[in-house]
């Protein structure tokens, strides 16, 4: 990673065979690969890590890999001209990026931003490894086409949500996606905000209404969820 937190996408970083391993680990279908295949996929393939906080792309970056997720997370997101931050998905170990698919296939520029919220491991496939791999190998075109269709339905639904689910639903629902096994959500009331489309004042006055109701407790950059049932059936009142 560059020394100002930023990864060049086109770059290279060395490979070793622990990193190819834990690759073939987290994405099994590699496994299928053809001999040939195989010798193409693990002599190109290269392994970015992103640290927190770095920036994975830029708002129209050139798409140079395909990019699977072997550990960590990243966020992708919009802005708006106003500075107001809207979630459009996020990618987790064994997940793979829809937006630099779609760049790859049709030639576009990255259409969002995204930045890694942990640190995160990456294998990257040059775009010219993937584009030969989308033309002979069937198994890899699958695992693409059906990886990007449910991902693109996954867009559709925030879309939906985003139109037409009402702010309660959306903040409860997000909270229920981000806890973890102790039902602590790691987040400020303005990272919440973005995730949400909302503002940090609307989120912070919910969350108080819901800590008074008992169904969560506030806390200096957490929220622990108390009562799930009643957060996953929350309506407007």
Known sequence: MASNDRWPPGGRTM?????VERWIERFPL????????????RGTVHFPVLEAGAIAYELQDACANYLMCIDGRTRVFRMSEGGREM?????????????????????????AQSIAEARTELAALPSDTFRQLMRESETFRGFVL???????????????EIAFAPLEQRLARRLLIE??????????HQQLASDVGSVREVISRLLGEW???GL??????????????SLAARRPN
């Open 87 to 111: 979630l459009i998905y996020k990618v987790s170990a064994g997940g793979t990026c829809v937006l630099t698919t779609q760049c790859l296939l049709s030639g576009g520029g990255f259409p």
């Open 179 to 188: 806890a973890d096994a102790e039902g602590i959500v790691w987040k400020t």
């Open 216 to 229: 969560v407790e506030i806390r200096r950059g957490q929220v622990q969820l108390i009562d799930r049932a």
């Open 211 to 213: 800590a008074d109701m």
């Open 30 to 41: 590699v496994r299928s690969f053809s001999a040939s295949h195989l010798q193409i996929a």
């Open 146 to 160: 059906d990886d990007y269709t449910r991902l693109l339905s996954g867009m559709f639904d925030l879309v939906e």
């Open 15 to 19: 490979q070793s065979a622990h990193q």
